[in-house]
């Protein structure tokens, strides 16, 4: 009997990881629930935690929408958030390159703004609800101790492949430590084991020094060392809007249509969609009508399938970063370190008495910190 359960267990996990696959290349476009799981099973008040946060999270919405009535509905400011990328290889190809790096940049800002050039994809009757963000990404341009930087390192390790139990990002165990999470948003590329495309820590009240994104090499950016159907930068557009407390769209209820992404504008959908579908396309959970929003980019669809963010998720990325890690909103990692030469060209002359054939004065002032 005890042989027959352990059989059955295994089983299933092994259904359960055959159905999170894309059955043409093996791939896991993204395995962020399965690792808060773990992170949960590690420290069981975890689960606790993310309610009481979620709970934190709906007040917040409901005073930010209180908020915005009162004000006019008027537009939020621009968020920019400075980003350090670890580059963590073990071969040549996974070393990949700035340019490449600097596609995912471009990528991720097309996206967030709704800028990408595929908006006219999403179909007629989601329009209204897509949407673009408040947030752009920009390689950071100060490291942590106020020096220069392109927001890019590197190490070359001995770790084959890493998995997602965070040993990427930490020095200790073959990877690179986060630089200050409350300053940077920390992205580590790396060969990751078992198919995985990308994972995300969600944000939580609790900070840690693990929070951000970890994204397989080849699916990182449009241009260089990518790989087909993921090679527009899209996995990490979905593992960002993760990362700022988006849940997937189908709510990852395993099918009973009862779940929920906690977004009013999206949808009820049944699971993940791999490929790309024909609008409109239907399943259990919506039988009629427009169907499922599969082009949305918190679905598995492939990257030139995805296009859009609705209102309602933008909303509720705003609201979580700005409350989670309000200090990340505001930090200046991405304004450039001035020189040498830059500072003497902030410093103020003034000459008098100008003319004169005696005593000349000058003052001189500057605020660039020498």
């Known amino acids: 009997m005890k042989r027959k359960l352990l059989f059955t267990a295994a089983l299933a996990v092994f259904a359960l990881t055959i159905n999170a696959q894309d059955l043409r290349t093996g791939k896991q476009r ?7 799981q773990w992170l949960q099973s590690q420290n069981p008040n975890l689960k606790v935690q993310k309610d009481n946060d979620e ?12 908020a915005r009535v009162s004000n006019g509905n008027s537009t939020n400011s621009v968020i920019v958030i400075p980003v ?6 073990k071969l040549a190809g996974q070393n990949i390159s700035d340019a490449q790096i ?33 947030f752009q990404f920009c390689l950071a341009r100060r490291d942590t101790n106020g020096n220069m930087t392109n927001g890019i390192e590197r190490r070359l390790t001995t770790v084959n492949s890493f998995s997602t139990n965070d040993n990427v990002k930490h020095y200790s165990s073959g990877g690179l430590d986060a630089w200050d999470v409350n300053n940077y948003f920390n992205v580590w590329v790396c060969n990751m084991s078992g198919g995985i495309l990308g994972y995300a820590e969600f944000p939580a009240t609790a900070h ?11 699916s990182f950016g449009r241009i260089g060392n990518v790989a087909a159907p993921y090679d527009l930068g899209r996995t990490m557009t979905h593992e960002v809007g993760h990362c700022f407390r988006l849940n997937h769209i189908w709510g990852d209820d395993g099918g009973a249509c009862s779940g929920s992404d906690n977004i009013a504008d999206t949808p009820n959908q049944e699971s993940e969609t791999y490929g790309c579908h024909t609008f409109p396309y239907t399943d259990n959970c919506t039988t009629t009508g427009n169907g499922i929003m599969y082009m949305n980019y918190m679905d598995y669809s492939d990257d030139d399938c995805l296009n859009m963010f609705t209102s309602n998720q933008a909303t509720r990325m705003y609201v979580s970063l700005t409350g989670y890690y309000p200090t990340l909103t505001t930090s200046t990692a991405c304004q450039d370190v001035k020189n040498s030469i830059d500072k003497l060209n902030d410093i103020q002359f003034s000459v008098y008495p100008n003319p004169t054939d005696g005593i000349l004065n000058v003052d001189m002032s500057t605020t660039a910190g020498f």
């Open 30 to 36: 993204c395995y962020s629930v399965e690792h808060e």
């Open 208 to 218: 840690t020094n693990t929070y951000g994104v970890v994204i397989n090499y080849d």
């Open 84 to 89: 350090v990328v670890h580059v963590v290889y």
């Open 102 to 134: 600097l596609s995912q940049i471009d990528a991720l800002n097309e996206d967030f703004a709704r800028l990408n050039a595929d908006t006219g994809n999403t179909p007629g009757p989601f329009q209204a609800a897509a949407s673009g963000t408040q």
């Open 55 to 66: 709970q934190k999270l709906q007040s917040w919405l409901q005073n930010f929408a209180a």
